[in-house]
């Protein structure tokens, strides 16, 4: 992995030449975000952090990296995702087209590409689970679901992107000495790109005048990427970590999503209907700025990947306590967020106003 590092600057350098360069194609093609319904930014903003995440790293893995041939599918069907995504910010796409693009994409990636979800593990402690004929739409669910996770928690400034980095270290933290050193340097790869978006995004010193968003071409590539590393990491020749860890690491976009549907179906609602529902939306209407509940979420989702990594070390069996303690997690979140959002945005409220 040291051999990498040097590699490093160039992911970041190369980040930033290509943002620079997409922004003024971003303006000429309509690219854009413009401020309107629930968009409070001020102006047009470009749409192009996502594609400039994809185009960096996949030419500093060609140039840098020497990986399988399986590579050249997997990017293949990122390239898909970010394509669609893309598409989707310049001309709005059903939301059911852009599903049915993306489970053809985990259809792909479970046959072609071959990176499927064979095995879920010892998630009951009555013996691994073998998905066996259910493992291609398992996978294509898996890799949709994680697409529209990232995609959903992608509402203020920085959030999609620092739990991808958070899900990224946590990944890497526990690859790291075991798998091959070009596979993990991968994912440092990505972790640097995102880290030079941020700094776009969140307007971070001399970046505070080129204000850019991933759109819905990064936040889908992120989940689809993050979800093709954890079905590799925890099934193939190269497994290092249990799926049950994998759920820490994508704990909050992962129960977001899911407690934002049920709430939306649960009303009669479309689960792709947009709203103020989700948990930063939640942290806002208690008084919380976007950057306070930015900096809140990630460092609960990093407490909870640590967590998550925590047992898988100390415990090495210990895949159905972990799994237990996730599902745990999630009915405690479900019953705070979904079932009792308002009147926890207001017990927040008054808290903050009794301590400041």
């Known amino acids: 992995m040291i051999q990498y590092l040097p590699s490093l600057a160039g992911v970041a350098l190369l980040s930033f030449a290509v943002t620079k360069l997409l922004i003024p194609i971003s303006h000429a093609t309509g690219l854009l975000d413009h401020p309107q319904g629930r968009k409070e930014h001020l102006g047009a903003v470009p749409l192009v952090g996502g594609i400039s995440i994809y185009l960096s790293v996949l030419f500093c893995a060609v140039m840098f990296l020497n990986l399988p041939e399986s590579f050249v599918g997997i990017a293949l069907i990122c390239g898909l995702i970010t394509f669609i995504g893309a598409l989707d910010d310049r001309y709005p796409v059903h939301p059911y087209y852009r599903l049915t693009m993306q489970l053809i994409a985990g259809v792909t990636l479970a046959t072609i590409g071959g990176a499927s979800v064979q095995n879920l593990g010892d998630l009951t402690g009555f013996g691994a689970i073998n998905l066996g004929l259910v493992a291609i739409p398992f996978t294509a669910v898996a890799i949709t679901g994680l697409c529209n996770a990232y995609n959903m928690v992608d509402g203020i400034d920085g959030l999609a992107g620092s739990l991808t980095i958070v899900s990224l270290i946590g990944l890497l933290l526990l690859a790291n000495g075991e798998a091959p050193d070009n596979q993990v340097a991968l994912l440092a790869y990505m972790a640097t790109s995102i880290g030079v978006f941020l700094l776009f995004n969140l307007t971070i010193g001399p970046f505070s005048k080129t204000k850019i968003f991933m759109g819905d071409a990064g936040s889908t590539f992120l989940g689809c990427a993050v979800a093709i ?31 934002t549907m049920v709430r939306r179906v649960s009303k009669g609602r479309s689960p792709f209907h947009a709203d103020r529902t989700h948990l930063h939306h939640i942290l806002m209407r208690a008084g919380f700025s976007q950057r306070q509940a930015l900096i809140a979420i990630v460092l609960v989702a990093m407490v909870l990947a640590v967590f998550g990594i925590l047992i898988e070390r100390v415990w090495p069996q210990s895949e159905t306590i972990s799994f237990a303690l996730f599902l745990m997690t999630f009915g405690l979140y479900f019953q705070f967020i979904f079932k009792h959002a308002f009147k926890f945005a207001k017990t927040i409220r008054r808290l903050s106003a009794r301590w400041g």
């Open 229 to 259: 590393a954890m079905i590799h990491f925890t099934q193939s020749k190269h497994a290092v970590i249990q799926p049950a860890t994998a759920l820490w690491l994508v704990a909050i976009p992962l129960m977001d999503m899911a407690s």
